[in-house]
């Protein structure tokens, strides 16, 4: 069963929705549940309890490094292996990662926090 509600979205947002759709040869509402969809796996993921590998990607201005690295020093028993790359005037981290879903959260969620840094965990390996 579907269900039917008005939601309100910035003309420019559906713009790109509607080219999107046509692209990829689907319908608008098929795009935006495909779209719904990920994002709420994306964000319920490791909040359900299980042991998680993945690719943590950090992008962060110059300035922004130092307390990026403090953060992932903190977390370094879940982080297996790590390298610090440039790019432009950014710093590019890419770690492996190995842990608990919930601490692996928490340090997504400290990353989060830290203005002018970017990140991306990509789970490719669950245990549950
Ligand atoms: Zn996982």
Not at 24 to 51: F, K, V
């Amino acid at each position: 069963m579907k269900r039917r509600f008005g939601i309100s979205l910035p003309e420019e947002l559906v713009e790109k929705i509607d080219d999107l759709s046509k692209h990829l040869g689907i319908s608008r509402s098929e795009l935006i549940q495909d779209i719904l969809m990920e994002a709420i796996e994306d964000r319920t993921h490791l909040m359900t309890h299980h042991t998680c590998r993945g690719i943590l990607v950090v992008v962060s201005q110059r300035e922004s490094g130092e307390r990026v690295s403090k953060v992932l020093e903190k977390y370094s028993d879940c982080l297996i292996t790590r390298t610090h790359h440039h790019a432009g005037e950014s710093c590019v981290e890419i770690g492996l990662v190995e842990g608990d879903s919930g601490i692996i959260l928490k340090m997504e969620s400290e990353l989060r926090k830290l203005k002018g840094v970017g990140e991306k965990y990509l789970p490719f390996w669950c245990v549950r």
